[in-house]
């Protein structure tokens, strides 16, 4: 019997029982990790409060062996809240769908439960703080995070050499197959052609220029997000539930 202590950000809830959760979390050391909270839909719990989605905790868990990922479900015995990122997201539809949605891309991208993936946690700990502080449009919080997930997941798209020879740019087609913007010579069928705005917009989003970013125009954000998901889509194979419910 081992305990384990971490921080994470709660994904997602399950009932499970009368009382209790299944609690799915992205933690720090020890990637995504799903544990029952006992007791935690008792009106009076003030435990249970603390572990609801959006929420950074800081979690102790019991296991019955060595490895906190075994054969039966660790339990979640403490909780201690970091950041109640969900005060700032939940009152607000748009917040609160794209907080949706980021919550179930790092659940996607963290597959294998007991992997590290700091990275991703570290990403999304700061998309949620954002978010929750409105510094920005949500939809472009969502934007961002999607292509900063690709990127560290290993599919960062190409927004200004040729992604398939190199070509410098700007190049005038994007392909999602070829892993975003081609030349000419390289094009494929079922390539686009954007408009330069909303490349231009998606390459300040996964480097972080927000100045650029929020000057652009409706019309282009909303260009921008139609590839963003297309290309989320295609290397994740199926797409995301929460997606449909974004305001863009």
């Known amino acids: 019997m081992s305990l384990f202590r971490d921080d994470g950000v709660v994904l997602r809830t399950q009932k499970l029982g009368e009382a209790d959760r299944i609690i799915t979390i992205l933690t720090r050391g020890h ?11 008792r009106t009076k719990s003030k435990f249970g409060a603390r572990l609801e989605p959006f929420s ?3 979690v102790q868990f019991f296991a019955r062996g060595s490895e906190l990922i ?3 479900l660790p339990l979640c015995t403490q909780s201690e809240t970091i950041a109640p990122y969900g005060g700032g997201i939940v009152t607000d539809y748009a917040r609160y769908t794209a907080g949706t949605a980021m919550l179930e891309t790092a659940e996607r991208f963290t597959d294998h439960e007991g992997e590290p993936a700091v990275q ?17 449009e949500p939809h472009l919080i969502l934007d961002a995070f999607l292509l900063r997930s690709l ?9 200004e050499d040729c992604a398939k020879c190199g070509m410098p740019g700007p190049n005038r087609f994007f392909s999602v197959a070829a892993g975003g913007v081609i030349c ?9 052609v954007p408009s330069a705005e909303a490349v231009t917009l998606l390459s300040a989003l996964l480097s972080g220029d927000w100045e ?6 409706a019309r282009h954000v909303r260009e921008g997000s139609g590839l963003v998901s297309a290309y989320l889509h295609w ?11 974004v305001e863009k």
Do not use: I, K, M, W
């Open 31 to 41: 990637g995504r990790v799903r544990a029952v909270a006992r007791g935690v839909r």
């Open 56 to 58: 950074h905790v800081d």
């Open 70 to 72: 075994g054969r039966g």
């Open 120 to 136: 991703q946690y570290l990403l999304l700990v700061g998309g949620l703080r954002t978010l929750a502080r409105g510094e920005h």
């Open 151 to 159: 990127a560290v997941n290993g599919y960062a798209p190409s927004f």
């Open 184 to 192: 000419g010579d390289c094009r494929v069928p079922g390539s686009v």
């Open 212 to 217: 650029t970013a929020d000057a652009c125009e």
């Open 235 to 245: 290397h994740l194979e199926r797409g995301l539930r929460s997606l449909r419910y």
